[in-house]
């Protein structure tokens, strides 16, 4: 069975340009979360969705950040215009639905490494 | 509000050494606590968990143990080996969010040398 698997691995732009990382959850996972490390600093929580639905976008930044999950399968993250603040790892992770008790293992892809020049 | 402390890395032992990372916690309620790893090139991984106090979860000769009194959750091995070196995160789950959304701590670096 395919884990979960992001894309691109390292991308490297510079400031005010736009990039899109994309993470691709185990099949019939319908959580998938984002998170971003940064700097060698704590995970930090960015969004949840279940199936296509936005359940916890609280840890969103602010507004240069968009995460979407069309058809509740693949997801996306564009930062645009991306900052010197936003270089880090993106990671993604899904699990199982489980309804009211989502206490189970998060499986997570690679990371995605932005560094904004 | 919730969050998790780490022992500030990085770690560097020899080979068959006593391992100890110290992780506290801060949260309302009950948690469930977690130890993920990350290994070189690799993505994160559960190593154990723990679901209530007193609760001792273990995996790998890793083992860590559910402290309420304390608040703590470190993580233990008795005898690291060079496959070992990995970054370590301890985790919780909030405990009043049936999201399955994770708290991680800032991660400890462990590196064993042969």
């Known amino acids: 069975e395919a884990g979960v698997t992001q894309f691109p691995s390292h991308s490297v732009i510079e400031k005010g340009q736009t990039v899109t990382l994309r993470c691709d959850p185990i099949s019939g996972h319908d959580n998938l979360y984002w998170y971003r490390r940064v700097m060698g600093k704590e995970i930090k929580f960015l969004l949840h969705f279940v199936k296509e639905s936005k359940q916890d976008e609280s840890g969103m930044p602010n507004n240069r950040f968009l995460a979407e999950r069309t058809g509740g399968t693949y997801s996306t993250l564009k930062v645009q215009p991306a900052e010197l603040e936003d270089s880090g790892v993106y990671f993604c992770a899904s699990s199982p639905f489980e309804g009211r008790t989502n206490t189970g293992e998060l499986f997570f892809g690679e990371g995605s490494r932005l560094t904004v020049l | 509000g919730n969050s998790v402390t780490q022992m500030e890395g990085p770690v560097t032992l020899s080979e068959e050494a006593f391992l100890t990372i110290n992780c506290t916690y801060t949260?309302?309620?009950?948690?469930?606590l977690f130890w993920y790893v990350q290994y070189p090139g690799e993505g994160l991984q559960l190593l154990l968990k723990?679901?209530?106090?007193?609760d001792k979860g273990s995996n790998k000769g890793f083992e860590a143990t559910y402290r309420k009194e304390t608040t703590s959750f470190h993580l233990e091995k008795g005898s690291v080996q060079v496959s070992d070196s990995a970054v370590y995160f301890c985790?919780?789950?909030?405990?009043?969010?049936?999201?399955?959304?994770?708290?991680f701590g800032q991660g400890t670096t462990l590196q064993v040398k042969p």
């Open positions: 723990a679901t209530k106090a007193d």
């Open positions: 949260a309302t309620g009950y948690p469930s």
């Open positions: 985790a919780l789950s909030d405990p009043f969010s049936n999201t399955g959304k994770l708290i």
